[in-house]
């Protein structure tokens, strides 16, 4: 009786040894248990291990997530884009100054500058420079050549705001067109609609077709404009 007691005791020893290598990561060689068939596991001991298997698997969840770095939301690329809008430049237009200033040249200016804003660019006037001939406070246009104190090259082309030049329509601005005699910012603006709407002039007689001019300002503009 007693060698029977000894040798379950030594089982359930065994047992727990298996199951502390299991848990210390060691390998413990198997014990043969001889089969008992009066012996079986009772519902609430299922119920025991399932809790406990359940209990392990939430906390191994747990842990697994808490030790996961968390996400820091990017705001690089909105920092980036506030400062690249508040420091982009305005726009600005390109100005070829000749004549008697200190430097001439190309010049660049912010949209909307006038002709002394350009001039000042230049250095200034060089020496006594006749400038009653222009218009000082003319906004001045991309592209454009100012004449200072000189008068423009025999057989080249007439640039706008200079003396004798003519005024194209097709590419004169409102101002330009407003310097014009007869012509003031309410026509202007008639002459520049009509040509957003048909495109372009094709000839100065194509003048008759915008509103407010008749054929007494044609006969004014005629030797002013071209096309």
Request: charged content about 25%.
């Amino acid at each position: 009786m007693r060698t029977d007691e000894e040798t379950r005791a030594e089982v359930a020893r065994r047992r727990l040894a298996q199951l502390t290598a299991a848990f210390e990561g060691r390998v413990v060689e198997p014990v043969d248990v001889p089969a008992d068939p009066k012996r079986k596991l009772e519902p609430q001991h299922v119920k025991v291990l399932a809790t406990v298997l359940m209990a392990a698997a939430v906390i191994t969840v747990w842990w697994l997530l808490s030790s996961r770095p968390q996400a820091t939301p990017d705001t690089a690329p909105l920092a980036l884009s506030t400062a690249t809008s508040a420091t982009s430049a305005p726009p600005e237009v390109v100005i070829d100054v000749e004549g008697k200033v200190r430097r001439p040249g190309i010049v660049t200016l912010p949209k909307g500058s006038r002709v002394v804003d350009a001039i000042k660019a230049a250095g200034g006037l060089s020496g006594k420079a006749d400038t009653a001939s222009l218009n000082m406070a003319r906004k001045v246009d991309d592209g454009e050549q100012i004449l200072v104190g000189v008068a423009p090259v025999p057989g080249a082309e007439p640039v706008p705001g200079t003396p004798g030049a003519k005024v194209n329509l097709n590419t004169a601005t409102m101002d330009q067109l407003d310097e014009l005699p007869g012509v003031g910012p309410v026509t202007a603006k008639s002459i520049l609609d009509w040509r957003t709407k048909n495109g372009h002039f094709t000839k100065v007689e194509d003048l008759l077709d915008v509103k407010g001019i008749g054929q007494a300002t044609l006969d004014d503009l005629r030797d002013l404009v071209t096309v």
